[in-house]
Every structure is written in C-alpha cells, then in structure tokens.
T-cell receptor
C-alpha cells in the first residue's frame, strides 16, 4: 500500500514554456503533499506544502508565481513550472501523506531539463 | 537494501541537554544528509556531509561521518523544546540521483 505515482519521469522543454508535473496517490487519500527539488549530488529542498482544497504554503525563496501548485483532489497534486528557464532544470519529487499514515511516501521524481 | 537506519528510534531529553542520533548505512555513498520533520510537515534539510568529509558544523548541529564504519551521527547541542521532531538521515549514491531515507529518530525535548 501507500503508492505514489509521479508523472512524467523525464521531460525536456524549451525555455519560456510551462511544464506540469503530476503527483498521484494511488491507494490512499493524500491530505498533504510536499514538493521538493534536488540539484545533482545535493540534498532535497522542500519547495512547498499543499493541503487538499487550500492554497499551498511555499518555503522562503520559492516563487509562488513560478511554481504553481494545485491540490484539487485527495489523490492528485500538480506542480507547474511556468516560463521555464535553464536554471529550473532539476529533479522534482513529491511526497504524499495522510493523517492516518505513519509517514510519507515519495514519488519516483521528475527530471526536468530546460533547453 | 541501502536504506539507512537511525538509532535510537526514540529519544526523550530535558531542555538544555545534548541529543545524539546515529545513522548506519550499507553501501558506498556520495554524501549523507540529515533532515528534520515536524509532525504533519515536510522534510527540512539540515545538513549535508560529503563522503570525503569527517565532520561538519552548522549552528547547534554537529555531524560526523565515518565511511569505514558506514555510520554518521547528528549531535544537537543545548536542545530546545522547538527541536522536538523526527530526524532522518538519507544517503545519496555516487550518481547523485538516488537517495535512501532511514526510518528516523523521534526526538522529544521536554521543557
């Protein structure tokens, strides 16, 4: 149980375009989802916390208008990187949890390359 | 598995005391990271130590790494009630693209 699916696993996009990443909880209802980014050989950095039905809470230094998060249902959260630039190239990963679960399950991540 | 294991699983101390948590792992790593998670919140990165480093400090945090023993320790000095949280270690492989989390240490600091 507690499976989180993240899609796509890899995406290459042109500078200036937008990219949407989906994070789905397959067998549980995720009241909370977290979005992280990770640069090569560095640690995960928490970007934002999203609770179903409410606005996401962004960490300091993360641009709300650039990284749009929508958590419209208990099984789906999306992260849209708007007007992507090469410096947005990174590994993005989500995790999802439920109040009834002991912990959080991570998705498999999305490798974004902006050219 | 490569998953790290933290020890102890739970730790309860008085405010002002030092807290030490240990992490062991199984395979070669590029770096090891410590994270903190407050109840119901996301992971927050605390400190990263690379495989060629032995000790690192950040404020009240001190991390050591012994690659020969495949272990790391996190020391929180002069603990505060606000330090109450779960602490996880995570190891990153040499490709840098995969990381493995341990099971965590639940720290309670009593005011």
């Amino acid at each position: 149980g507690a499976v989180v699916s993240q899609h796509p696993s890899r995406v290459i996009c042109k500078s200036g375009t937008s990219v949407k990443i989906e994070c789905r909880s397959l067998d549980f209802q995720a009241t909370t989802m977290f979005w992280y980014r990770q640069f090569p050989k560095q640690s995960l950095m928490l970007m934002a916390t999203s609770n179903e039905g409410s606005k996401a809470t962004y960490e300091q230094g993360v641009e709300k208008d650039k990284f749009l998060i929508n958590h419209a249902s208990l099984t789906l959260s999306t992260l849209t990187v708007t007007s992507a630039h090469p410096e947005d190239s990174s590994f993005y990963i989500c995790s999802a949890g439920d109040r009834g679960l002991r912990g959080y399950t991570f998705g498999s991540g999305t490798r974004l390359t902006v050219v | 598995s490569q998953q790290g294991e933290e020890d102890p699983q739970a730790l309860s101390i008085q405010e002002g005391e030092n807290a030490t948590m240990n992490c062991s792992y199984k395979t070669s790593i590029n770096n090891l990271q410590w994270y903190r998670q407050n109840s119901g919140r996301g992971l927050v990165h605390l400190i990263l130590i690379r495989s060629n480093e032995r000790e690192k400090h950040s404020g009240r945090l001190r991390v050591t790494l012994d690659t020969s023993k495949k272990s790391s320790s996190l020391l929180i000095t002069a603990s505060r009630a606000a330090d109450t949280a779960s602490y996880f270690c995570a190891t990153a492989t040499n490709t840098g693209n995969q990381f493995y989390f341990g099971t965590g240490t639940s720290l309670t600091v009593i005011p």
